[in-house]
């Protein structure tokens, strides 16, 4: 069956994106085998996003039982589910969305699989995990060579960290006579260049190899190239990339809990604020502890801080299963390597760790 | 813990801002079905829904409320079907109809909202949702996307720019004598096939209404040439009417593919400069014409030999004779498989005269109707945008706050940032829909005068000395001339939904734009409006330079304190990329 083209069926269904990406695209996406750890709301969209996209194989893991909360942010369950497993209790309706998709849940712990279990996926992706997870995916992400994306919401905020190792995609830019083979940007190349012609306009195409930065080897060497003064870096970076990696580097583990029992202990908050300030190298200035309005918002993203938010959910599950998508169909860049939702303004930069 | 512990947690009081509101969302495909969803988990409140539209097979890719056995009813009252059992919070209604109907909803229906959400997919629901906004000044959540690119745009009347206050796009149309008589790409063969041969052979209106502007053409001899196509296809109705399935075919093609072709090939200075079109490619036609067939070939889509071309020519065209003998008022329809197969056929022969690439069945398809990719993230991040952008209606209290901290989104190909985000923008000072004021007049027109609307309307914006009142379509009802009509009833002159105009007789304020309601036993309700000074012409400007100084001041100052302009960064070497207004499509 994989082998085969698609069937007049499936090219009537998935038209509208077919004529986006193509049927080839189409049918890698139906060959492909992806791993969702964690059903948390943006954990939902993303499998919402790729069920409907056709898929090959979804595989779903998390080891929660249902929660009241968990009603305004999971439209896969309904109310008389709560206290089952969240992944037994949502997978008829993630079912029904998409026949064609292969569904398989799991209630165990993640953190209990054999690393062998792991092997047949293309993609893993994670959703909730804290710093040491994070760290402990992205280890066995590497081990295997397998590209792994997480992702969270924290209220009207969101963060996305791309680990996709080292991969080929191809793009469509501008046409431009001076263009070479070489570097691309501080962490891609430009391998090949092709030229097209699309409604009589001249365009190139480039495939662009990307390289990625383990979890754990992150640092500021590449902001510190991009924006080399204090000045510049309190311009473009946005505080929330520090507020939400510190928030990660918690001790305590949030994912699942009752949202009235996730308190954050503010002084150990603030020590990992100013340990990621010295990690990625930025000015102890970036963030004035004593300001008022500094305060303010503190006081606003701590109250956001591991709650559940349909919008923000909208949004970085959309980006991510994109992401996925296009990695598996070799388009478009994919966020290298962290992106934060500010939802306060609307923005969405990428910053490259 | 609550099923709204988190919005608890994260809003504090003001989530009852949520609960308390009441939106309208227009529209309930791609960006709809998500942002239903987003909304529902927002706890807003009531929800209604309005969509005309029925499900189809390629909606299921993305809007995942809708499932197979969906197809072909109301999209609207599926959607509220499907949410149902997520829903805790809201109360949902469902509309089955065209937004523009005013009589399924007149502009007293959009008043009930606070907000309004548009998820619509073409310009002209959007540029009258624009309007009946600026009437009944709400705000306006606007969003669209098209495949990996979308935009968000929050529209507070008078305030930031509106829908209307940059021209969008139209869409690109060709030179009649391409699409006539010198096609050089396929979307000028499949142009021809749809918009001319088709339209000329199946619609029902009388073709000789059809004008021709010799202007249009490279000389004389080729709009003659064409006049004479024209009144030529007129004739072929007739035997499409009278005829034989075998004539018919034969009749058609060879006065369409032959005949026409031949005459073109008269006019010399055509192909002075370009291939001449030949029949080497079809020449054997007669020979897949002997069996005609109403079936098509299993093959047919692929359009990959002359006799799949040929054949389907004959097949869709013989099936169409059948549908128009019997009365059917038969319009394209891509998805009317005899209308598509047709003009896929007939561009396809075409496109062998003149030595085209031919195209198959799936392209054809996208580019004669017009379709436009779409994918579910790119709605889902769209949707999240504009929902999320949205709540800053809630938690601030007065316009001027919301405007300050909303966001205008659209996507980018850059590799620093998902999303370009730039602050609203102050309204074109010119634009066509919100430069004039508008507002909601209630009435009761048959107890009324046209004086007590006179004297009403001085009353209460101010007038120094008197008003003159025409309709939109420039009926004159009163100005000190006309003293007569203000003893008759309104019932004489306007009706419900009748659009006044009102123009200050002293030129101090600026024109107004009143929406009637009409309301039985109703008192004269006239709407709050911040009636700007009169603006001033440029070239009136110039010559007298000094004199409306103090009044332009004056409306400067009152503009001033919403200062909404995308702010530049001294040391920026990234220029901020502007939204795509010009190359906007939806
Ligand atoms: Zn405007």
């Known amino acids: 069956m994989s082998d085969n083209s698609l069937t007049a069926d499936e090219i009537s269904l998935y038209d509208r994106q077919i004529r986006l ?59 008389d589910q709560i206290g089952e497993f969240k992944v037994n209790a949502s997978k008829l309706k993630i079912q029904d969305m998409n026949p064609r998709v292969k569904i398989e849940i799991d209630n165990r712990n993640w953190e209990d699989l054999e690393i062998e279990e792991f092997k047949k996926f293309q993609i893993i992706i994670s959703t909730g995990l804290n710093s040491r997870q ?85 640092n500021g060497k590449f902001l510190n190239l991009q924006f080399p003064s204090d000045k510049k870096k309190k311009k473009k970076i946005n505080i929330l990339l520090i507020m939400i990696l510190s928030l990660l580097d918690m001790n305590e583990e949030f994912y699942g809990k ?3 029992d996730v308190v954050i202990d503010l002084e150990e908050f603030k020590l990992h604020i100013s340990e990621n300030l010295n990690k990625f190298e930025l000015p102890q200035s970036l963030i004035e502890f004593e300001n008022e309005k500094f305060d303010k918002y503190l006081k606003i993203f701590i109250r956001n801080a591991y709650c559940e938010y349909q919008p923000s959910n909208s949004i970085i599950g959309g980006v991510v299963a994109q992401d996925v998508i296009n990695t598996i169909v070799q388009k478009e860049l994919a966020i290298n390597n962290v992106s934060i939702l500010d939802g306060f303004n609307s923005e969405m930069p990428i910053y490259i760790l | 813990m609550a099923v709204d512990s988190y919005i608890k947690k994260m809003f504090g009081e003001k989530s009852s801002q949520f609960a308390d509101a009441k939106v309208l969302l227009v529209g309930a495909g791609g960006i709809g079905c998500e942002l239903l969803k987003d909304l529902i988990m927002m706890n807003i409140g009531e929800i209604h829904v309005l969509d005309l ?18 197809i072909k009813q109301s999209k609207s009252k599926t959607a509220i079907a499907a949410v149902e059992f997520f829903n805790y919070k809201s109360k949902l209604y469902a509309y089955h109809g065209s937004v523009l109907d005013t009589n399924l909803f007149p502009l007293s229906f959009f008043k009930q909202f606070n907000i309004i959400y548009n998820a619509l997919d073409n310009l002209e629901a959007r540029f009258y949702m624009n309007r009946m906004c600026l009437y009944l000044n709400i705000p306006l959540y606007e969003s669209g996307t098209t495949g990996l690119k979308g935009q968000v745009q929050p529209i507070y009347p008078y305030l930031t720019e509106c829908f209307s206050c940059v021209p969008k796009e139209t869409p690109k149309t060709f030179p009649v004598c391409t699409i006539r008589s010198t096609p050089s790409k396929p979307v000028h063969c499949i142009t021809w096939a749809k918009d001319f041969l088709f339209s000329q052979l199946f619609s029902n209106e009388d073709t000789n209404t059809q004008e021709i502007d010799a202007s249009e053409f490279t000389n004389e001899e080729e709009a003659e040439a064409s006049k004479k196509e024209v009144n030529e296809l007129a004739d072929l109705k ?49 020979h897949f014409f002997k069996d005609i067939n109403k079936e098509y070939l299993t093959t047919c889509k692929d359009q990959s030999t002359l006799e799949e071309i040929l054949k389907t020519f004959a097949s869709s065209l013989l099936r169409l004779t059948d549908r128009f003998k019997n009365n059917e008022n038969i319009e394209f329809d891509k998805d009317d498989e005899d209308t598509l197969f047709f003009v896929m056929s007939a561009s396809n022969i075409r496109s062998l005269i003149f030595n085209i690439p031919t195209k198959n069945e799936f392209d054809v398809k996208q580019i004669a109707g017009n379709i436009i990719p779409a994918v579910a993230t790119t709605n889902a991040i769209m949707a999240g945008f504009s929902a999320l952008s949205s709540v800053n209606y809630f938690l601030e209290n007065d316009n001027i706050n919301r405007v300050v901290k909303s966001k205008m989104v659209f996507d980018s190909s850059s590799t620093d940032k998902v999303v370009n985000s730039s602050k609203l923008i102050k309204p074109n000072p010119s634009c066509s829909a919100c430069s004039i004021v508008k507002g909601i007049i209630t009435i009761d027109l048959s107890s009324t005068t046209l004086g007590q609307l006179r004297d009403k309307l001085i009353e209460k914006y101010n007038y120094g000395d008197d008003v003159e009142i025409m309709t939109l379509d420039s009926r004159l009802l009163y100005d000190f001339d006309l003293e007569d009509n203000l003893e008759e009833k309104l019932t004489n002159f306007i009706n419900d939904q009748t659009v006044l105009l009102i123009n200050d007789s002293d030129e101090k304020f600026d024109l107004i734009e009143l929406y009637v309601l009409n309301s039985q036993n109703s008192e004269i309700i006239l709407p709050e409006l911040n009636i700007p000074l009169k603006k001033i012409k440029p070239s009136e400007n110039e010559n007298d330079e000094n004199d409306d100084d103090d009044k332009l001041l004056v409306d400067n100052e009152e503009n001033n304190d919403i200062k909404v302009t995308v702010s530049l960064d001294d040391d920026d070497d990234l220029v901020e990329e502007q939204p795509p207004m010009k190359k906007r499509k939806f």
């Open chain 1, 21 to 79: 990406w193509g049927m080839a695209a189409q049918k890698s996406l139906r060959n492909s085998n992806i791993l969702v750890i964690n059903m948390s709301g943006v954990g939902v969209e993303i499998i919402k996003n790729l069920t409907l996209g056709g898929i090959g194989k979804l595989t779903i893991i998390d080891n929660n039982k249902l929660k009241e909360q968990d009603l305004n942010c999971n439209f896969f369950v309904e109310k």
């Open chain 1, 134 to 218: 994070i760290s402990k995916i992205d280890g066995i992400s590497r081990e295997l060579n397998i590209p792994m994306i997480t992702c969270c919401v924290h209220g009207i905020n969101g963060f996305i960290f791309n680990d996709l190792i080292k991969n080929l995609s191809w793009i469509k830019v501008e046409f431009n006579e001076n263009r070479e083979i070489g570097e691309f940007n501080l962490v891609s190349n430009i391998v090949k260049i092709d030229e097209i012609m699309e409604n009589d306009n001249k365009f190139h195409k480039l495939l662009i190899e990307n390289k990625f930065r383990k979890w754990d080897e992150l």
């Open chain 1, 258 to 260: 009752d949202i009235e």
């Open chain 2, 53 to 70: 539209d029925t499900i189809d097979l390629s909606n299921l890719n993305r809007q995942f409320l809708f499932r197979h056995k969906d």
């Open chain 2, 238 to 286: 007739k035997i499409i009417a009278n005829e034989g399935d075998n004539e018919i075919v034969i009749k058609i093609f060879e006065k369409i593919f032959i005949a026409d072709i031949e005459r073109l090939l008269k006019i010399e200075e055509l192909w002075k400069s370009r291939e001449k079109p030949s029949f080497e490619q079809i020449k054997d036609y007669d």
